[in-house]
């Protein structure tokens, strides 16, 4: 991208000192307001909630492996899946891009020195550490075993599980995700450098723009829902329990209309990872800026208004469950939209297969599984059928895991050279993207079997025919989380022993690439000035490398 800044890299070094060096000890840190380090200090606690959550669905897949569930009993496998999804859901895939990649990305790409409100901004990080020791605390005291979907009046009144704890949890950690994205509206809308269009914003920054509108409008009705369920758990007031004069499909109302949107909190964020990656390991500029653009703002809007597809078996009037089905229908446009795009832009351009590259790849396939099954549980016939089987968990998963989780990881090693200012081994990078996806498939293919033939979710027991699709499940998982260690173990390891990157070992475009890596404290020596629009490349692959 064309600037009017200086290169930054021929600074002087005493003008470039940058985040990780500025000041040492544990207490600049924790009091720092440098949006970089705050990237740094999310990233640490949302990988400890990834192994938490993930060591759950480890002993889950262990119990499985045989009918009899003989490694835990099903009070203690309860625990298990409630566990892993509030840990999961809550405190990894609803922050992880955001807190992260969000965090340290925004204000370099728009040019500002830091975001709008960077007090706020550690505030929201001290929020959410509290609201993760509070899920913590449920774990070790004992657990929860309502689903990480909290169902009344289960719950509220008969469940001798940890569920204030954990509830309070979600609750205090609701009040972060509003936080951030107040900050980044603001940000976004008040601090974009001179020459930084609407349309010259890259596609990360509308995604980001989109997922924070939903924290805004929906995590205060989660924040709600979470409330009521403790006052009727602690006071026994009547709001959802009939027993007491409440209403259980209220609950349900409150969930998902929090919860739908919260499924593109997770997945949003990562679609503007891949629209940066497709870009530039294709050499192209991105087919149709403006139909990806306001694609992400469709999303948003339309994700408020479909959550009564998860409610097609609650005895809720078929009329609404017509307008849920055909409106369900309608959201899968614009996810439709970007996946069209991405595929146009890779036609014809110069690709390379580097390790973020895969991940973004391996996100289109997986994303693009996990939509075309959400069709079947739209659709009121199928659902009637599939509800409450292993088809969902399958399809939670190809858009969650394969979806989110490969967009964070694509990112994460996209912008890890900028991050650290170091290069990993990108043989190891490469083979970790592979065993992920093999892995992934190996897991949760078979799911989608499991649950046409009817075998139930959150089970510990099962009919002895389903074990051969069910080991073939445990196996993969066993890849894999290996897949997830591997890049855990080259990426520490790359902050001591990596090659320098130096400011852009990618070629790729963008205010973020024209700094040092990792970049000064104040991000720009200059402000820079814009006068192109994103994703600027050569229009050939002669130009790009000659």
């Known amino acids: 991208m064309s600037t009017a800044v200086a290169d930054l890299h021929d600074a002087p070094a005493e003008s470039r000192v940058n985040y990780l060096n500025a000041s040492y000890g544990i207490r600049s840190w924790l009091l720092t307001t440098d949006h970089k380090r705050i990237c740094l200090l999310y990233l640490a606690v ?14 889950m897949r262990l119990n499985l492996i045989e009918p009899t569930g003989a490694l835990v009993e099903p009070s203690t496998y309860n625990k298990l899946f409630s566990i892993h999804g509030i840990i999961m859901v809550f405190f990894f895939l609803v922050p992880s891009i955001p807190a992260t990649l969000g965090n340290f990305l925004i204000p370099l790409m728009i040019g500002a020195r830091d975001v709008a409100f960077p007090k706020l901004n550690l505030l929201s990080w001290y929020v959410f550490v509290v609201g993760s020791l509070f899920a913590l ?8 075993d309502t689903g990480w979907t909290f169902y009344t009046p289960y719950s509220s009144t008969y469940s001798h599980g940890n569920v204030i704890a954990a509830a309070l949890g979600v609750f205090i950690a609701g009040f972060s995700s509003i936080l951030t994205g107040l900050n980044f509206i603001v940000t976004i809308h008040k601090m974009r450098a001179p020459g930084m269009t609407w349309f010259r914003l890259p596609l990360f920054i509308w ?5 924070s509108l939903i924290f805004v409008l929906g995590t205060p009705v989660i924040a709600i829902t979470m409330f009521l369920l403790g006052l009727e758990r602690i006071f026994h007031v009547g709001v959802f329990d009939p027993a007491l004069g409440g209403d259980p499909l209220l609950f349900q109302h409150l969930f998902w209309f929090y919860s739908h949107p919260a499924v593109y909190i997770m997945i949003l964020p990562g679609m503007g990872v891949v629209s940066e990656l497709i870009t530039a390991f294709s050499r192209k500029r991105i087919f149709g800026y403006s139909f990806v653009a306001f694609s992400s703002l469709a999303i948003a809007v339309i994700s408020f208004i479909v959550w009564g597809h998860h409610m097609f078996v609650t005895g809720q009037s078929i009329y609404a469950g017509l307008v849920f089905s055909a409106l369900s229908f309608l959201v899968a446009i614009p996810s439709a939209i970007k996946v069209f795009n991405w595929t146009a832009t890779l036609y014809k351009g110069s690709i ?7 991940y973004a790849l391996g996100f289109i396939g997986l994303f693009t599984m996990g939509g075309l099954t959400g069709l079947f549980l739209a659709s009121l ?3 009637v059928h599939l509800n409450g089987t292993y088809f969902i968990v399958a399809h939670f998963h190809y858009i969650m895991v394969g979806g989110a989780v490969m967009a964070y990881l ?6 890890w050279p900028k991050i650290s200012g170091r290069l990993y081994p990108d043989l190891w990078a490469r083979f970790a993207a592979l065993v992920v996806f093999v892995g992934f498939n190996l897991t949760f293919f078979p799911q989608f079997v499991l649950g046409y033939l009817g075998m139930p979710r959150r089970y510990a027991v099962y009919p002895s025919e389903f074990q051969v699709l069910n080991v073939m499940s445990s196996a993969g998982a066993s890849i894999l989380g290996v897949g997830y260690i591997i890049p855990l173990i080259y990426l520490i390891w790359s902050m001591r022993y990596g090659p320098p990157a130096g400011p852009n070992p990618w070629g790729a475009k963008g205010l973020e690439w024209i700094t040092p ?28 490398h000659g």
């Open 381 to 383: 016939a199928t659902d």
């Open 207 to 211: 995604a980001m723009y989109a997922t």
């Open 352 to 358: 390379s297969y580097e390790a973020p590259m895969l």
């Open 46 to 59: 949302i990988t400890f909630n990834f192994f938490i959550g993930g060591t759950a669905a480890v002993l």
């Open 137 to 144: 605390v449920a774990v070790l005291s004992g657990g929860v």
């Open 410 to 415: 694509g990112g994460i090693h996209f912008w």
């Open 517 to 544: 890596s990792p970049p000064p404290t104040e991000n720009f020596e200059e402000i820079p000035t814009v006068t192109e629009g994103a994703y600027n490349y050569p229009s050939s692959k002669a130009e790009h």
